[in-house]
């Protein structure tokens, strides 16, 4: 099976230099060159390895790497940081992101292969979340149901998204925007609003065999929490 490189870099020049090179090595490479899309990326690729740039104009690699290692989903993924700094302190600061291993740039092709090789050698089985838990919800993310004790709740591919976000985690309220990028993606242009119908939705699905987790905060967002139940609007 030929593993997956994911190469998040705005450098175009570099990083037709790392795909032309990864590919010789007998790797499928996907490259992202904006920042904001790198998660919704890593998620739908599944890399075995992903080369982090630690400048890009959006948002810097150590804010996607935080993302990454917050996200049950693809948390495992070894991160290499590719970085024109080399100073200690950023070193430090990108390994507490959570990064596996650090590369300072200009490297060396043939020692960045190493590095690729070692790091998706010593990587962990990937441990793919197969269900996600909230007090009596149960999501079964292998197959795509929900349920609520015994009872199965048919949610739509949105309301599923929207619940899992929600879910991974608990008591964090979501503002619209952040649910339209993740649920949504960016390249789609839906109204905010849309927002509350799908919230609504979920809502109606999930109550009929339970108590009312989501909670909507006016003008912040929405969220699941167990210290709420009911609805404010
Ligand atoms: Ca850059």
Known sequence: MKHTVMIIEDEEALALILKYNLEKEGYNVVWESRGNRAIAQIEANHPSVILLDWMLPEISGVEICKMIRNKPDIKNIPVIMLTAKGEEEDKVKGLSAGADDYVTKPFSIPELMARVKTNIRRAPEPIVEK?????????????????????YIHLGPTEFRLLKTLIETPGKVFSREYLLKNVWGDNIYVESRTVDVHIRRLRKSLNEYGVDYIRTVRAAGESIDSNFTGDDE
């Open 131 to 151: 269900e996600l838990v909230f007090e009596d919800i149960i999501m079964d993310l292998v197959e795509k149901k929900v349920r609520r004790g015994d009872n």
